[in-house]
């Protein structure tokens, strides 16, 4: 499975950025998908995720603020970030998994990875 993220970009406080996860290799809709981010000198984190039957996940600190989706037509999962905030900025990947749905905020449960795409929030 190959997974390539997109959409990351520097934007002020409380603008709004939509990351793109397209997937590759496998049958996206047999996978749960996840968002994690991980900024500098710290650890990566839990962000968002969803089932491959479209329940979805959220770290506290976005709840609210970002949305995530799934376009099965297109084999891609997007991460709608809106009212973003300084400390949003990180590296974000997306990460693809068959675990149950408990489990998806441990990005130790994920299987498949792409690389990052940066997003600079900036006040």
């Known amino acids: 499975v190959q997974l390539q993220a997109s959409g990351g970009g520097s934007v002020q406080t409380e603008d709004s950025l939509r990351l793109s996860c397209v997937v590759s290799?496998?049958?996206?809709?047999?996978?749960?998908m996840g968002w994690f981010r991980q900024a500098p000198g710290k650890e990566r984190e839990f962000v968002a995720a969803?089932?491959?039957?479209?329940?979805?996940l959220f770290a506290d600190s976005v709840k609210g603020r970002f949305t995530i989706s799934r376009d099965k037509a297109k084999n891609t999962v997007y991460l709608q970030m809106n009212v973003l905030k300084p400390e949003d900025t990180a590296a974000y990947y997306c990460?693809?998994?068959?675990?149950?749905?408990?489990?998806?905020?441990?990005?130790?449960?994920?299987?498949?990875w792409g690389q990052g795409t940066l997003v600079t929030v900036s006040s």
């Open positions: 969803v089932s491959w039957s479209g329940s979805t």
């Open positions: 990460a693809a998994t068959k675990v149950l749905f408990s489990y998806l905020v441990n990005e130790e449960k994920y299987y498949y």
């Open positions: 290799g496998r049958t996206f809709s047999d996978y749960s």
